[in-house]
Nanobody, 124 residues
Framework: QVQLVESGGGLVQAGGSLRLSCAAS????????MGWFRQAPGKEREFVAA????????GYADSVKGRFIISRDNAKNTVYLQVNRLKPEDTAVYYC?????????????????WGQGTQVTVSS
């Protein structure tokens, strides 16, 4: 059974940082893109960042560019999201995703595997 398990979320003050992790099990993702989405209360799920199989960054949402950094460690079958200079509007459940159906990585429907999410809450 393939699983993506996120960790590292929590409550942080505005301007703070967190490091989110997503550990995959059940299969290796070393040959696949991985990424992160988020969903705030009352809002649709939105793309945050994606990374190619070799560690090349595929893209970031405009709202997080310059503040968030996606990376991966294929030996650990893990993808990370370093979130810096957090703002209250970054408050959301953050989901890890793995394996693309096609090249449209900003689309939620493109990703095959999803984690259960980790809550990030930013206080002002």
């Amino acid at each position: 059974q393939v699983q993506l398990v996120e960790s590292g979320g929590g409550l942080v003050q505005a301007g703070g940082s967190l490091r989110l992790s997503c550990a995959a099990s059940g299969r290796t993702f070393s040959g696949d893109a991985m990424g992160w989405f988020r969903q705030a209360p009352g809002k649709e799920r939105e793309f945050v960042a994606a990374v190619g199989w070799s560690g090349n960054r595929l893209g970031y949402a405009d709202s997080v560019k310059g503040r968030f950094i996606i990376s991966r460690d294929n030996a650990k079958n893990t993808v990370y999201l370093q979130v810096n200079r957090l703002k209250p509007e970054d408050t959301a459940v953050y989901y890890c995703v793995g394996q693309l159906k096609d090249s449209e990585y900003v689309s939620a429907t493109t990703w095959i595997y999803w984690g259960q999410g980790t809550q990030v809450t930013v206080s002002s």
